[in-house]
């Protein structure tokens, strides 16, 4: 029967498989971030984790993983969003997002009658609801034309796309 250092020995060096592998890693994770917390050069947001952890804030906690989810979740559904425009190689003259906790507004100024360009917004939009709304994020879209002469709303940041 292998004792204790034997077995931890073994794990670390020659895991069984992807599982072992990963309660490795986040061991050794784990163990970084004790040793920059006692050297105090942790990241002050990982710090503040940590600190809501040990003080068993769990408001804080989990407020910091709503807000992580979020920012994860946000990034995702604007790249498969605009992924999925690029490969309808179509782009509209003017594009702004308004970013919240949950969904993203978007702003699409397109040419009068470009049914191509609107189809593509609005194809790309569902692909990315279908795929994300099941975790509770989602586009909502708004589509002017040219001639309609609408401005950007202050709220919405411009996307600049670089056509080559």
């Avoid at 179509?90 to 360009?117: C, F, H, M």
Wanted: zero cysteines; hydrophobic letters at 40%; a negative charge.
């Amino acid at each position: 029967m292998e004792n204790v250092t034997e077995r931890i020995a073994h794990t670390t060096t020659a895991p069984a498989n992807a599982r072992e592998q990963w309660f490795d890693d986040m061991v050794a994770g784990l163990r970084v971030d004790q040793f920059l917390m006692e050297t105090k050069t942790l990241a002050k947001d990982k710090q503040q984790v940590y600190d809501a952890m040990f003080n068993k804030n769990y408001n804080e906690m989990h407020d910091y993983i709503r807000n992580m989810s979020s920012q994860y979740f946000i990034k995702n559904l604007i790249d498969t969003y605009l992924f999925s425009l690029a490969e309808y190689q179509r782009i509209p003259k003017k594009l702004g997002l308004e970013l919240s906790n949950s969904k993203v507004l978007v702003w699409a100024e397109i040419s009068s009658d470009d049914e191509e360009t609107e189809d593509a917004l609005i194809l790309s939009a569902a692909k990315a609801n279908q795929e994300f709304s099941k975790f509770g994020f989602h586009i909502s879209s708004t589509i002017v034309e040219e001639e309609d002469n609408l401005a950007l709303p202050s709220h919405y940041k411009e996307v600049k796309f670089v056509v080559s």
